[in-house]
């Protein structure tokens, strides 16, 4: 069975001040998604824990009814919180009919350097997952941070970044979305980001 390459079919979203840059690995298939846009399964939970973290309320931006979440508020406040996203992988080959990051075979990954180029205020790349951190520690020869900490990456022109390594998003990591919240604000909180 010859197997099918995916390409991304979202752009990296980029406000202009951003200072941390979100990567998770690769969005599920698109018939998961319930808007277009990062994080777009209905039970993925990344969306959840910023409602959590920034309004102590899980479903803030859920939209309930449409079982969806408020994409022009999420626009709006990872603007304002100078948040970009994007994926570690530009094209990939899913081993099993899943949306499961353990099954994705990276086929391209993204070019990590002029990402950062375009982020002259990013001060930190946040992986949401184990592929994300291990993809990313791949592409730029450093090491992989545990979870909930982060190591130091060297770019051109002497940057440095922080890479910190996040739990997962997904409801088949094993952490209850309040603990996963713990850990977004706390790294929140040290890039001085809320």
């Known amino acids: ?61 859920v939209n309930q009814s449409e079982k969806t979440f408020d994409k022009d508020m999420l626009v709006e406040m990872l603007t304002e919180l100078g948040i970009a996203l994007g994926d570690t992988a530009k094209s990939v080959v899913r081993l099993k009919d899943n949306a499961s990051d353990k099954f994705l075979q990276v086929e ?8 950062i180029d375009k982020l002259p205020n990013c001060v930190a790349i946040a992986t949401t ?41 997904s409801r088949a990591y094993p952490m209850k979305v309040e603990k996963k919240a713990e850990n977004y604000r706390q790294m929140l909180r040290e890039l001085g980001i809320i």
Do not use: C
């Not at 391209?108 to 990402?115: Q, T």
């Not at 994300?132 to 545990?146: D, G, Q, R, Y």
């Open 108 to 115: 391209e990954a993204i070019d990590i350097h002029s990402m």
């Open 129 to 169: 997952g184990e592929k994300a951190a291990s993809v990313l520690a791949s592409i730029t020869a450093s090491e992989l941070p545990k979870v909930g900490s982060y190591v130091e990456l060297h770019f051109s022109g002497g940057r440095v970044l922080r890479h910190y390594r996040m739990p997962s998003s």
């Open 1 to 61: 069975m010859m197997q099918t390459v995916e390409h991304h079919p979202l752009e990296p979203f980029i406000p202009d001040s951003a200072r941390l840059l979100m990567l998770g690995a690769f969005p599920p298939k698109k018939e998961k998604w319930s808007m277009d846009f990062f994080y777009p399964n209905f039970i993925n939970d990344m969306w959840r824990i910023f409602g959590y973290i920034l309004h102590d309320d899980k479903d803030f931006f």
